[in-house]
């Protein structure tokens, strides 16, 4: 009877290493860009709240804030995986990119020159959330045709410390940029 020369890595040593999904140029610098991305996110929903303050007192205002990032994924969520499907996926997250970048430019530009309203923060909030509707099932669904099969387990994982990287990072650095500046910096700087 033939003994089996290939067994199976029962130590956490012989398995695969949790980076190798970074040897991957193309993996590697799309992951520093949605980091880059998502903490820009991040500092953006300080700034809006922030500024919502500044601009009006009503709680009803502030709490629209949130809504108006959040309520695009209740509208978009099933069409954007939908997009995401049928179209190129590069170029869908290419103009989801540029799309929220003109949003953010546009709120920044508003808010350093004095002239953002409520309404004007909310509008560019809720275009925001679209763009980031569209663009996550997009980037999601890219990464199986961008990473071999075998290291999928570990770019899902880099993608999960990645965004919460960014999720624990942003809203400091926005925080930060707050302090020292004002919101308008901070969606210039998102932009």
């Known amino acids: 009877m033939a003994v089996n020369a290939q067994a199976p890595p029962t130590t956490a040593e012989e398995t695969d290493h949790p980076f190798a999904p ?9 992951w520093i860009a949605s980091i880059a991305s998502n903490i820009g996110t991040w500092m953006q929903n300080v700034g809006a709240g922030w500024l919502m303050t500044e601009l009006s007192a009503s709680p009803l205002y502030v709490s629209l804030v949130q809504t108006a990032t959040s309520f695009p994924v209740f509208l978009l969520g099933i069409p954007a995986g939908a997009a995401a499907d049928l179209f190129d996926r590069r170029k869908l997250l290419v103009f989801t990119q540029a799309f929220m970048a003109l949003a953010a430019g546009v709120l920044g530009w508003l808010a350093v020159i004095g002239k953002a309203s409520p309404i004007a923060l909310l509008m560019a909030t809720f275009a925001l959330g679209i763009g980031s509707t569209l663009n996550n099932p997009a980037w999601q669904a890219i990464v199986p045709e961008i990473v071999s099969r075998k290291d999928l387990p570990q ?37």
Do not use: W
Not at 22 to 30: E, H
């Open 22 to 30: 970074l040897a991957n140029g193309l993996f590697r610098a799309l």
């Open 155 to 191: 770019a899902i994982s880099l993608n999960s410390v990645g965004f919460n990287l960014a999720r624990a990072v942003g809203p400091a650095i926005g925080g930060f940029l707050l302090a020292a500046f004002n919101p308008g910096a901070v969606f210039i700087l998102n932009a």
